[in-house]
């Protein structure tokens, strides 16, 4: 590997790793706008200006690829820095520079770099700024929003369209100063990625229709999170206000979503805003739901177990949307029932794919991790129930107990025959965040954490497993489900009382053999691929042959 | 000894648009004796007569030759630059024009010498009746047996499509160029890599200018030493279209042996007009910095031109009498550049962009003591940081106006304008 010398820095890089990402490797940040890791290169920007040691003039450090030793690139000399304040004053010459009022201000490229290689005054000062009248608020599909005035031409949300969703609805029109973004006549930016020019878009010319001025940036907290919209688990950051969810972005995951979620996914926050939330236990008395207190429903719950004469059969079904732990503290407590009665309600839905470096990846389950439950043992034994002969089938007329655990409103429960089929059980509980059909009807009603709220982890349709924590607390009243059912098995078997989610994960690894070796807290950033499939039976497909050529 | 024209030697001969015609006139024996020769003499050939492109950059057409990969199976391309888009040029329009044959024939050597098949002439939209004679010449040529499938009896087969441009000026620019041909939008390519490794549909290929080209047959049939005896030395040889325009009494487009001076052109174009004195010229086209007229003895070839500031550029030369006001006329070549950034290098579209509204605002008696800096700067910022070469084409004019005109700027700025001289008529009309 050829050794390239960056302000004084020697750095060992790939053959033909360009020079912004050789100097990424020393912690040199070279500015730039028009590059991104995953567009081709266009050198248009020209922010990215270096000295190379040989060439009289200056070079792009994104055109340049490293191709054997003996490179020296300076970036901290007088001679860059006057380049880079030269392309940031033609920059800002035609910038509206109203921050104040832009909806890209605290997360913007022209102000980050203003502040580190501008100057602090405007020389614009007779001449009139360029604008682009009747083009302030364009609509360029159901989730994008353009200001031509703020845009800088950098191309990358035209070369997204073209190079990673592959639907090229967008193009530069005009030429020169009067260069504009637009999209083709007759199309529209609605490619399920849309979004994601938005997040691209180094300025605030591309706003989400969504959260266009909805908060100020530097409000949100900002969790690492991951998207339950779908089977292929795009890592996402969770920004939100107070517990609000306000939106979500692109969590960088090369083996997963690299940059990118699709516009379904960002959405689906939303469900937390839309649904009345359950917020304390309940306990039906003929046939009526009184709030009761935590303690009172778990004991009731509780004693339906411990308390079933040995004919009793108990049921157990979860979803897709349990965490991995969840679910095997729920096999857990069917193992102390003795009940071969278990499943995973899941659902398939539209296909939707995300591109990686790896060919892509798709997910058709409507729920995150339906893998992850059937590893963590909710599948039915011999002779057993399973999530279709309760919810298609009369298997719930048999059951003297269900437990139905997170409802979340995305999993296929609430359908009302489907409700009416589980209702048939002496006694059912429901654990969940949301009021739905189901917890209307049941008997008793735990009301637990949102994904957001909790820590644990999914597995995704390569059979990826991948942790993610709370970003925010759950309110009074609720409890997250591994608490709450930590609490019930501890009834049976104190030795489980009180654990937390790392806990109850590692005891899991240590009776899993596809988790062999793993601890909560150890788990890799971008996650682990789980050898053996973690699809015992159900439904979806095993990983693609070609997933990684 | 009197110059007898070498490229202009066929002009208003009859009949010389068809193969027999210009057969007639001698035609078409340079590429008889290529074709006897093996490619690599040919390129050797071009190299040792010092040819230097035309078409702007002045660079050696041989050696552009040699960097053709050989030897790698993919088709190779010539792809002819008529896109003459530099203001102040018309000589590759009268070439084509008057003897479309001479073309076609250096064409054909190029491609012989480099392996092409396939040649096209990119040739500027507004240039309808040019495309439609090369049309009908490359019909001919077919029909004699210089196209095709076995050019000239030797096996070789050689196509040559005419493709007309759309109208933009970034679209001379090589790459930009390659993208038109392409489908694309005119728009400069990242270089490296280069076209003569990968150009055309990714492919090898050479791009060269009109007039390169039509040099090339009588390289051929002559020699090089009898090409290399024209000009002012080895850097600078053989015969030069000179595109004169602006005010002169008789303006066209004249071929003398490359370094002719600016007080020899403007005799042999009978004098300035209606007698004024000379105060400025450009040597090479709106991108060449504008030269006051104490270098009107300078010889006008590549070398001494780059020495005194300036460049040959396309030869397009533009005279500016006593009566020009100069801001004026580099304000109208500021609007041309403004117009004409592709936009896609931010120096380049928002640098020609405020270089014109500084300039405007000069004319429009707004001008501030800062503004001649102001323009050097902005000069700075553009120049040498972009894709192409169109940014330090703008910048060539608006430098030599601060540099070279100091006094003109000033009076703008001190008066506005009031105290400047009376004008009886401004460089735009002329310039357009
Ligand atoms: C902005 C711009 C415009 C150009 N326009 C032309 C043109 O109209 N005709 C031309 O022959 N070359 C033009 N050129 C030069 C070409 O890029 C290229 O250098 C030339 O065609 C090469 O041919 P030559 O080596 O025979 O001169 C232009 C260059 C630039 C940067
Ligand atoms: S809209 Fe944004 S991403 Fe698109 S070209 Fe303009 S600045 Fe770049
Ligand atoms: S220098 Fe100007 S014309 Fe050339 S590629 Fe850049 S923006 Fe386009
Ligand atoms: S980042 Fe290199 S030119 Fe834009």
Redesign the interface.
Known sequence: MPTVTIDGREVEVEVGTNLIEAAKKVGIQIPHYCYHPRLS???????C?VKIEGPP??QTAC?TQVMKDGMVVHIDIPEVHK?QE??M???L??HPLDCPICDQAGECGLQDYSFKHGQAFS??V???K?TYPGRERIPLGPSVVLNMNRC??C?RCIRFTEEISGTGEL??F??????EIGVFPGKELDNPLSANVVDICPVGALTSREFRFAERVWYLDKKPSICTGCDVGCNVTAEHRRGAIKRYKPRFNPEVNDYWMCDYGRGTFRRYEELERLGTPAIAENGEQRPATWNDAIDRVHQSISQAPESAELAFLGTGFLTTEEAFLIARLADAAASPHRGVASEEGPTRTIPNLHGGISGSETSPNRRGAELAGLVAGDGGLGAAELMQGDGASRCDFLLVADGDPGSPLHDSEVVARLRQARLLVVMGWASTPLTEVADVVLPTATHAEKDGTFVNCESRLQRFRAAFPSPAGVRPAVEALADLLGRLHPDWRGLSTAQVFDRMAADLPTLAGLTFEELPAHGVELQAPAAVVGGGTPPAEDAHP | MAFEPVLLRNVGKPGVRQVAGYREAGGYKGLEKALGMEPDAVIEEVKASGLRGRGGAGFPAGLKWSFIPKGNDKPKYLVCNADESEPGTFKDRILMEQDPQQLIEGCAICCWAVSANTCYIYIRGEYVEQAEILEEAIRDAYANGILGDDVMGSGFKLDMYVHRGAG?Y?CGEETGMLESLEGR?G?PR?KPPFPAVVGAFGCPTVINNVETLCNVPHILERGADWYKSIGTDERNTGPKLYCVSGHVEKPGTYEFPIGVTMNQLIDTCGGMWRGAKLKAFIPGGASAAILPAKHADLPLDFDQLAKAGSMLGSAAVIVMDENTDIVRAVHRLAKFF??????????C??????SE??L??ILAG?G?PGDAE?IL?IC??MG????CALADAAVGPLRSLVQNFPEEIAAWIDNGGAGAEPRRYFAEEVLV
């Open positions: 290169i266009v050198g248009q920007c020209r922010m200006l003039k200056l055109t380049a030269g392309v004053e033609f920059l010459i035609n020389r614009f007779f001449e009139e360029r800088i031409q191309t193009g530069f005009e030429r020169g100063a009067r260069t | 933009a970034i939008r728009q990242i403004n117009h004409e950034s592709c936009g896609q290098c931010t120096p579209r928002e640098g020609t962009n405020w509204l500084v405007k605002k707004k501030n102001l700067r700075r910022n040498g940081t972009t894709l």
